[in-house]
Structure formats: structure tokens, C-alpha cells
């Protein structure tokens, strides 16, 4: 009789046969913790049918419900808000600010690829094969996971525009941009950087994902905002301002062109 009552009440939640032949929406991980919680929560409704029986129907209905979502990988809920929590997630930053340096100064600096990993510690470093073509390693603490990527200049402006991505088939997939403006004051520069990550698809995907919305994606945010502080700082002051051997080389066969 228990049995066929918490039955008719999962009927009223969910209907089943209207989900059947859905497309899982719902990751390995979120699987798992949908077993765990469906079995508490079952065991917690059964425990407690004979004290408070309607709410112990309540709470094996819900735990029956994770069970489904678990053993499915369809949840209901995400097909409602459109949610497809396979799809591995993204990072998305954008910072606006204003430091005290002139914009040919900043932007020169941020043209610079290779001095990124200056002010942001999220990167190990980022080697630049030619005007347009680098080669960008994560620093990760403990090195838990290798992430490196190839990356080219998409489009620039000289001082007001810079815009770059990484390549098909990278690792993980990057893209920035950031443009420079003259401060409404008159003193300094305004710069909007925009920075996201991509994660490969896949199971693999799933875990760089994970990785990045969590550690990764506090570092990156710290990283932005941490070059107000460079640019103005002490650490700035023994920077070389000196353009590479590379940039001096191909401004001679410029001249040429």
C-alpha cells in the first residue's frame, strides 16, 4: 500500500512518459550527487511514514525524482530553464577601469603578449612566435592539470584595440580583447578587458570546465583588476620599455614594404 502511494505520488510530479525520449541534461557528477540525495531522502520519508505520513510521501516523491535523474540523466527542471548541464561551462570576465599611464604607454604594454604573465598569475607564460602568433601556458598551483594553447592576433588598432584567440584545436579555447581609451579627466587610461575560456567538449571537457569555474576563474578575475596595481606600481618602474629584438627586426622590413 506504501509502495503504490509514493508510486501515484511520483506520477503526479513527473510524467514520465513525456521525458522518456529526452536528451540527458545532466552531467556524471550531478548524477552521482542525485543518487546520494535521492537514497537520504528515501530512506528519510520511509523511516518517518508512520509519524508524519503525508510528509514523508513529500520527501520519497522528491527522492524518487533524483533516483529518475539520476538513472536517466534527464532532469525536468533544466529542461524548463533550458539548461543543459552537460554542456561545459565558460568563463566570462569583463573589468572596467582607469590607470594612471598614458594610452600609447598601456597599450604598447598589453601588445605586448609576453608581458601578461607579469600581473596575471594565472599564466606561466606566454611566448610569442611573431607579430600575430603565440603560444600561451596555464599556471595552475600544483600544476594539477597542464592546460597550454595557441594563440593569434584576431584584429588590432594601434592604441585603441587589441583582440586575440586561440587557434582550432587548442586545448582550451581562449579569447580577449581590450580597448583603451583616454580618461574623461584628461589623466590616464580607460581599459575594458574582456576574457573568456572555453573547455573542450566532451568528458575531458567537463572536468577542465569544472576546474575553470572554480580556482581558475577567481585567478583570471583577480589577474584583470591586478594590473591597475602593476601598471601604477613600483614592480612597473623596472620594466623595459624597450621593444624587442623581434619588433625592431620587423619594423626595418616594414619600412621596406
Same mark, same amino acid.
Given at each position: *500500500?506504501?509502495?503504490? $502511494? ?22 556524471l557528477a550531478e548524477r ?7 537514497v537520504f531522502l528515501t ?15 513529500? $520527501?520519497?516523491?522528491a527522492g524518487g525524482l *533524483? ?42 604594454? &598589453? ?8 600581473? *596575471? ?14 603560444? &600561451? ?30 587557434? $582550432? ?27 573568456? =575560456? ?31 596595481? =602593476? ?14 629584438? *623581434? ?11
Open positions: *500500500m506504501i509502495l503504490e $502511494e509514493i508510486t501515484g505520488k511520483l506520477k503526479e510530479k513527473v510524467d514520465f512518459s513525456s521525458i522518456q525520449s529526452q536528451h540527458p541534461n545532466v552531467d552521482v550527487l542525485s543518487v546520494l540525495g535521492g530512506y528519510q520519508g520511509l523511516k518517518q511514514i508512520r509519524k508524519h505520513p503525508f510528509l514523508a510521501l513529500q $520527501e520519497a516523491a *533524483m533516483l529518475y535523474r539520476a538513472a536517466t540523466g534527464f532532469c525536468p527542471v533544466y529542461a524548463v530553464l533550458d539548461k543543459d548541464g552537460t554542456d561545459p561551462g565558460a568563463i566570462n570576465i569583463t573589468e572596467s577601469f582607469i590607470v594612471d599611464r598614458p594610452r600609447t604607454e598601456v597599450y604598447a604594454f &598589453w601588445r605586448k603578449l609576453e608581458n601578461l604573465p607579469r600581473f *596575471m598569475k594565472h599564466l606561466a607564460s606566454v611566448d610569442e612566435h611573431d607579430r600575430t602568433r603565440s603560444h &600561451w601556458r596555464a599556471n595552475l598551483p600544483g600544476e594539477i592539470l597542464k592546460l597550454n594553447w595557441n594563440a593569434e592576433i584576431t584584429r588590432e588598432d594601434e592604441n585603441n584595440y587589441i583582440g586575440w584567440q586561440s587557434v $582550432e584545436g587548442s586545448m582550451v579555447e581562449n579569447a580577449g580583447k581590450v580597448t583603451f581609451h583616454d580618461a574623461l579627466n584628461g589623466s590616464g587610461t580607460e581599459l575594458t578587458v574582456d576574457i573568456s =575560456y572555453f573547455p573542450p567538449a566532451g568528458s575531458l571537457g567537463q572536468g577542465i570546465a569544472r576546474l575553470l569555474n572554480g580556482l581558475f576563474e577567481k585567478m583570471v578575475r583577480s589577474d584583470v583588476t591586478n594590473f591597475k596595481h =602593476y601598471i601604477e606600481g613600483e614592480e612597473y618602474k623596472t620594466y623595459d620599455h624597450k621593444p624587442s629584438i *623581434m619588433e625592431k627586426v620587423e619594423d626595418v622590413v616594414n619600412t621596406f614594404k
